[in-house]
């Protein structure tokens, strides 16, 4: 049954971006059966000529405010979704942009491959504008699967083959969990609307009702497998470091800001009332993740499974915005998440810069002497690891500013400076690859990519990284409206700010 | 309240930002080929810096407290970030030293850096930029940013351009400061929501933090401790100065002479700007600790140097030992005490920056520091000799030079807050005359005894050039004080007020009435309302309120104005 709302708007045009994007994927598989081998990134261009309408579609539901509930509330198009679909489709745009040139030199360059994103990036759309369970797994699954295969596209080289197997396995096995925690919350409360559990919620008390604990639980444990939050993050360094780089740093962005929207939608709203039972688990994971990722990160020479590790100490980052509770904690996960892109899309992106042929470029000594063969290249590189650092003037640290804010807005002081002392560590491992950029000696001669689109990503990813950092207001403030619409279901005030 | 007293031109905006074009017009309009263009332009960009920095002394009003050439823009509004710069009696004088040093600092390197120049004074104008924005800003947001962007260019210098071992010392380097600085931003947080609380006004304005917001004894301490650790890593106090040798050490000549010169004064010119007025109470709880470990640093320091081989490393514990003194001065939480800290900093960014320019000096000749390496010099260079003599006596505080005089206010300082603590310092005074003098005695008198010294040329014309301003202020200040006494003397007496009988301004809380709005705006009105910095020698006890009568803010009566002024306006006191 269709919702009829009273504002005169035919229901489709609120899913324009999906149903834009599922419509060019069709024409992607379809039109790519023409073109020859060798003119595939033809395959490419045309992705990302679709991700630009959806983008602008988005933005434009965006602007208007929409703030709708479809299809008998399965899926809500809001701010907060429409935030992150339009952050969904820059990382892919991105992604497209550094897989350009990657795909030819390790002999993938399928036209499959862009089809596969562009579903992986409808799954992540409808995933942050589900607020079902059943379409909260769907778009899960749609999402994984395609992961799955991107994992494993270097078919010849034996570590993707292994990252993607382990990826599945462990995939499938936490989306399993995550399914068991959905059919108890069913059981309980019969329904699957997550309004629908969390009113049954409310009107019982079941913060001491085993099966409520036991859901929770095992969502949390689902989730965290999801965001790669310690200790479901044994999959991730093997999985980042076997797959093909571009889909690693898509990995690392997309699919995490995706489980972060469904895990915000499915706790703020279903199971915001058992919130001081998850709100202790999700303390606890992010000082393990933020801790254990960044020691963990420390002993690595490669930097592929540096960033991996990174990006777990950056999951823990962005749980204290959750842990904390308040609007600017909420709110400062849409932002950071925001950052994330660009920082995180851009630390991998060098890598596909010295990516040749002969070595992958993704071992900390082959940054040696970076800095001398091209100095803008190791500048961009320095922005990018001071931004994940959380040095100003980047956006890393205004993100990080407000994760930590929230934090000592909502008396979490301890949980901050685990934080701050964590981001303070961080930064020895990030400045061993700008030494040995900078201050060690060439070995030999050093191969940088000129692929003028590889260049132009890599450009308005450090000018976007700067810009967040110098000039944060009109972010911050989509962050805070993005988020409106969940913080009554979670019931926070929104009286600050 | 010090208000903010506008200025007709934007020359701190100016001041601050012309080394960042400098550097930008460098890295994107210069070739690496054209190393004179490279070396000359940074030279001609940070001392045009300087001559515009100079009318910040002319205009400046000596009579008021308040801060003078402010200026203000909205930046970040969502979250009460302004853009908002402003000097008064505390930091013109940290401003002034920045802008000389980093003009010397440039014009020292000409013959010792010669490789990827471009880099190098691309970081130096960098750092500039940084340092004045720090002693700038009167924005918590924006402060933090300068504070940490600083970092980054410093440990470029130490870790590209330095020697030994560089890239240990210039991530310890950075590692240290971050883990004082974000424990730091944790403390400036808590000051924004406590100031939120109290008032409903959401902003980072330093002044209105300071001034507005009274904070319980036990949170008083808490925060006090997380702005010490920030600053005193960076100061360094005892126990915390273990990264200064090494950085000094293995940092290029300039480096080390913007590291002792001006960045150490950030962390002592935090505790000045944040530490004593935000935390009063804490602050005077805090006095025996804090005099503790200055005391410990002045001794440990002086000794520790007397036993060093390297001169450069002598150099850098001296600095702990002096750091020391700045620290104990302004503990004495006396007006002669912070007074006398306050011009200590800028003596020791005299003093020891000239000696890190002479052993740069010596180092480019013989490409070593160890003392035992020379010896006798005297007659081989009479000119570096007496350039040397001048230093070193400024540095141990001959009668006559700057030295003495910041060290003579901050004894009677500490005398009047306690003879205990006079005692102590003389003690170090002793022992700085002790290293420093045997140095001295090791390098430049007895016979030439290494053959290696006997062709060693004297210092040429560019290198009198550098040395010759920092003399001239040396001789100043030692024997006419007034002028810069003057100028922070309102500030400073103020300050101690402030510690010593705190006041705090009332706000209506934003989220009573529809004043509140207007609460912000009028002490913007009343800054523009006194263009010419008219004086406004303030006799009452409390810090000036803003806002003229018929402003709609609750007024607390000069009389009144004592501990508990509770009644009249919202303490948090009172709304926690």
Redesign the interface.
């Known amino acids: 049954m269709v919702q009829t709302l009273n504002i005169p708007l035919p229901d489709l045009s609120a899913i324009a971006p999906e149903l834009i994007l599922t419509a060019w994927v069709c024409g992607v598989l379809l039109i790519d059966l023409f073109i020859p081998k060798d003119r595939k990134h033809y395959v490419g261009i045309l992705s990302l000529v679709g991700l630009t309408l959806t983008f602008l579609c988005s933005g434009y539901l965006y602007l208007r405010g929409e703030n709708l509930s479809l299809f008998g509330g399965m899926l809500a198009v809001d701010g907060f979704a429409l935030y992150f679909k339009m952050v969904f489709v820059v990382v892919v745009m991105l992604t497209i942009a550094i897989s350009l040139r990657y795909l030819p030199l390790e002999e993938i360059n399928l036209g499959e491959y862009y089809g596969i994103l562009l579903f992986a990036t409808l799954g992540m759309m409808v995933m942050a504008a589900s607020t079902d369970l059943i379409t909260i797994y769907l778009s899960l699954e749609l999402m994984s699967l395609s992961i799955y295969i991107l994992a494993g596209f270097i078919k010849k080289d034996p570590k993707s083959i292994e990252a993607a197997l382990k990826y599945f396995l462990l995939g499938a096995f936490s989306s399993g969990i995550l399914l068991y925690g959905m059919a108890l919350l069913y059981g309980l409360s019969g329904t699957t609307n997550l309004s629908g559990i969390g009113s049954y919620f409310a009107q019982h008390d079941l913060s001491h009702e085993p099966t409520a604990i036991l859901a929770m639980i095992l969502l949390i444990a689902g989730f965290a497998f999801k965001i790669a939050a310690v200790p479901f993050h044994m999959w991730v360094p093997d999985v980042y470091e076997g797959a093909p780089t571009p889909v690693t740093a898509f990995m690392s962005v997309g699919p995490k800001a995706a489980a972060f929207a469904a895990l915000m939608r499915i706790f703020l709203v279903a199971i915001v009332a058992v919130r001081p039972h998850w709100n202790s688990i999700f303390w606890g994971l992010a000082v393990l993740s933020m801790t254990i990722g960044n020691v963990v990160a420390i002993a690595q020479t490669s930097l592929k499974r540096m960033l991996a590790y990174s990006s777990i100490a950056h999951a823990g980052y962005v749980l204290i915005g959750i842990v904390a509770g308040n609007q600017i904690g909420y709110a400062s996960v849409l932002l950071y998440v925001l950052v994330y892109v660009f920082m995180n899309l851009g630390a991998f992106s060098m890598i596909i810069l010295l990516c040749t042929k002969s070595g992958r470029g993704d071992q900390i000594k082959d940054f040696t002497g970076l800095?001398r063969v091209n100095?803008w290249a190791a500048a961009a590189f320095?922005v990018f690891f001071?931004s994940l650092a959380g040095?100003?003037?980047t956006g890393g640290?205004v993100g990080k500013?407000y994760i930590?804010?929230a934090a000592?807005?909502a008396n979490y002081?301890g949980l901050?400076?685990i934080g701050?002392?964590n981001?303070?560590i961080s930064?020895?491992y990030y400045?061993r690859v700008v030494?040995a950029m900078?201050?060690e000696e060439l070995p030999g001669p050093l191969h940088l990519s000129t692929h003028p689109v590889l260049v132009f990503a890599l450009t308005v990813m450090v000018l976007a990284t700067l810009f967040l950092g110098l000039?944060?207001?009109p972010f911050?403030?989509a962050a805070?409206s993005s988020m409106a619409p969940l913080l009554p279901k979670a019931g926070v005030l929104a009286s600050?700010? | 309240m010090p208000k903010l007293i506008e200025f007709s031109a934007p020359i701190l905006t100016i001041t601050c930002f012309l080394p960042l074009l400098g550097a930008f017009w460098i890295a994107l309009f210069t070739k690496k080929e054209q190393e004179k263009l490279i070396k000359y332009g940074a030279f001609v960009i940070s001392l045009v810096d300087f001559v515009i920095s100079l009318p910040l002394v002319y205009y400046f009003d000596p009579s008021t407290h308040n801060f003078q050439f402010a200026e203000r823009y909205s930046?970040?509004?969502?979250?009460g970030v302004t853009y908002l710069m402003g000097i008064d009696g505390i930091s013109i004088l940290l401003v002034m030293l920045t802008t000389l040093l980093s003009a010397i600092a440039v014009l020292c390197s000409f013959a010792a850096i010669t490789e990827r120049l471009?880099?190098y004074y691309v970081c130096l104008l960098l750092l500039e930029t940084g340092m004045l924005g720090t002693f700038m800003a009167l924005d918590f947001?924006l402060f933090?940013?300068f504070w940490?962007?600083m970092?980054?260019p410093m440990?470029?210098l130490i870790?590209?351009w330095g020697g030994g071992r560089?890239?240990y010392s210039?991530?310890k380097f950075?590692?240290y400061t971050?883990?004082g600085s974000?424990?730091m931003?944790?403390g400036i947080?808590?000051l924004?929501?406590l100031h939120?609380q109290a008032t409903g006004d959401?902003t980072f304005d330093i002044v209105k933090i300071t001034y507005q917001l009274q904070i319980s004894r036990d949170v008083q301490f808490w925060l006090f401790l997380a702005f010490f650790i920030g600053f005193a890593i960076k100061v360094p106090m005892f126990p915390f100065h273990t990264w200064l040798p090494d950085a000094h050490t293995d940092a290029p000549t300039a480096g080390s002479v913007i590291l002792a010169g001006v960045l150490l004064k950030m962390g002592t010119y935090g505790f000045i700007r944040f530490n004593l007025p935000i935390f009063p109470e804490a602050s005077k709880m805090l006095v025996p600790f804090m005099v503790l470990l200055s005391v410990i640093g002045i001794i440990y320091g002086a000794l520790v140097a007397m036993a060093q081989q390297d001169i450069k490393r002598l150099v850098a514990y001296s600095s702990v030992s002096h750091l020391g003194f700045v620290m104990l001065g302004l503990f004495a939480l006396n007006p002669q005490g912070i007074a006398g800290g306050l011009l200590q900093m800028i003596n020791h960014g005299l003093s020891t920056g000239a000696l890190f320019l002479i052993v740069g000096m010596v180092y480019e000749r013989r490409h070593t520091r160890m003392i035992s390496e020379y010896g006798g010099l005297s007659h081989q260079v009479p000119v570096f000799t007496v350039i040397f003599a001048i230093t070193m006596f400024s540095s141990i505080g001959l009668p006559g030079l700057n030295g003495f005089v910041g060290e003579f206010l901050i004894l009677i300082g500490a005398f009047q807050a306690s003879w205990l603590y006079a005692l102590f310092a003389v003690s170090g005074i002793v022992l700085g005359a002790a290293y420093m003098l045997w140095l001295f005695q090791r390098m430049m008198f007895g016979q030439i005894t290494n053959p290696a010294n006997r062709n060693l040329a004297d210092c040429n014309l560019r290198e009198v050039v550098y040395m010759v301003p920092i003399l001239i202020f040396m001789f100043w200040i030692g024997l006419y004080p007034k002028p810069y006494l003057d100028m922070m003397g309102p500030t400073v007496e103020k300050l101690v007020e402030r510690v010593n009988h705190p006041t705090y301004q009332a706000v209506a809380k934003k989220s009573q009435g529809t004043e509140q709005g207007r609460a912000g705006t009028v002490q913007r009105v009343a800054g523009k309302a006194n263009p010419e910095g008219t004086p406004m020698r303030a006799k009452v006890n409390s810090p000036q309120l803003s806002g003229d009568p018929a402003a709609p803010l609750p007024q607390v009566s000069p009389a009144s104005a004592g501990h508990g002024n509770g009644a009249t306006g919202s303490t948090p006191e009172g709304r926690r």
């Open positions: 800095a100095p320095v001071l040095i100003p003037p640290f500013l930590f804010a000592i807005q002081v901050a400076i701050v002392l981001s303070a930064l020895y400045f030494m900078y201050m000039y944060p207001g911050i403030d805070m600050h700010f | 930046w970040i509004p969502s979250i471009k880099e947001f933090y940013v940490e962007i970092l980054v440990y470029f870790g590209v560089k890239l210039a991530i950075f590692l971050l883990f974000v424990l931003l944790l947080l808590s924004y929501f939120f959401l």
